[in-house]
């Protein structure tokens, strides 16, 4: 790699990795209390994203069709590392609780908080036209994704730690349909249809919300870093990062050489999302549903220390 190829994908990563370590300094310090930490989680999730997507989604000009290729090179690096991370967790003869940490933690990537900006950043020197298309289709795809990553993590985890009944979709339905980000796509593509354009003091209100969501969000994932650190459960969690770094882009990148012509956009987009680090959501999941929290928040710090590497690895492989 030449010196000039690696001050690029330095340029492109290292501010998302500077916040979250300044997230995780702060919180060590006690700049960010626990308290504040937790409202800052309930802000992004509950207001600041739903704003967001709601905004992005019903102004944009492209459709699902611009972004369906996308969609299914992520959803097979996906497949492939939950196939991988049954066999694992198979041989390492994983209890039930750590087994359903263990999966979700090994596909769930943090496609908004990590994904959004990364690709953003990738293509920021190419002017603020190219910047709004980029989001416009990461957005639309995590539109996409979104449904898809809850309905497998909760499916996945509710599998191990509960007992599959005839009541067993409905619980799965239940927590979809609560979800915040879900409920603003849905809104966002409702409105699409109904409305030609978005009011202007509200499109400049959800603009300026927007723009305070990623940073409170990067911040928000170094200091969950910091606040539920588990190395206990160091081994596993370094088997289950691999899978989620390594077996996803790997499927990725072979699902584009062998089956979808594709954008060089699309292409980075879809490789990005399946390079980021563990969502941090993954730990909520866990906690809620009876998983092992510690494996859940113990993948979460190593993902996101690997994900340095392998974000960088596949703009590399993409130049």
């Known amino acids: 790699m030449d010196s000039e190829a690696l001050q690029h994908i330095l340029n492109i990563i290292s501010p998302i990795f500077i916040m979250i370590g300044l997230g995780a300094a702060l919180k060590a310090w006690n700049f960010i209390t626990d308290d504040l930490a937790e409202g800052l989680n309930k802000l992004v999730f509950w207001v600041g994203i739903p704003v967001f997507l709601f905004y992005k989604i019903a102004a944009a000009e492209k459709s699902f069709a611009d972004i369906i290729n996308l969609y299914y090179v992520v959803m097979i690096g996906v497949a492939a590392s939950v196939v991988t991370a ?11 609780p750590s087994k ?13 908080f990590i994904g959004l900006p990364l ?23 995590i539109s996409l994704l979104t449904p898809s990553f809850n309905l497998i993590a909760i ?23 609560k ?13 699409a249809q109904l409305f030609d354009s978005i009011p202007l003091p509200v499109e400049r209100s959800c603009r300026i919300i927007g723009q305070m969501t990623l940073p409170l969000a990067i911040l928000s994932i170094g200091a969950n870093i ?11 969690a370094f088997l289950a990062s691999v899978i989620k770094v390594v077996i996803g882009p790997a499927a990725g990148f072979a699902a584009i050489y062998f089956l979808f012509d594709m954008q060089y ?41 690997l994900a340095a590497g392998s974000t960088a690895g596949v703009l590399y492989l993409l130049q």
Do not use: H, W
């Open 86 to 96: 049954l066999v694992v967790a198979f041989l390492l003869k994983l209890d039930k």
């Open 100 to 112: 359903g940490a263990f999966l979700q933690g090994a596909f769930r990537g943090n496609i908004l």
């Open 119 to 141: 690709a953003v950043f990738t293509f920021a020197d190419q002017g603020s036209g190219k910047i709004a298309e980029i989001e416009e289709l990461v957005l639309l795809s």
């Open 155 to 177: 499916f996945l985890v509710v599998s191990t730690t509960a007992k599959i009944d005839i009541a067993f979709p409905a619980k799965v339905l239940k927590r979809m349909i």
């Open 179 to 191: 979800n915040p980000i879900i409920i603003s796509v849905l809104c966002g593509l409702a409105y």
């Open 226 to 236: 910091v606040a539920s650190r588990g190395a206990s459960d160091f081994n596993i």
């Open 265 to 305: 956009e699309q292409q980075v987009i879809a490789m990005l999302f399946l390079a980021c680090p563990t969502a941090v959501s993954s730990f909520v999941i866990a906690e809620q549903l009876g998983a092992n929290k510690n494996l859940a928040a113990a993948i979460i710090v190593v993902s996101s220390i």
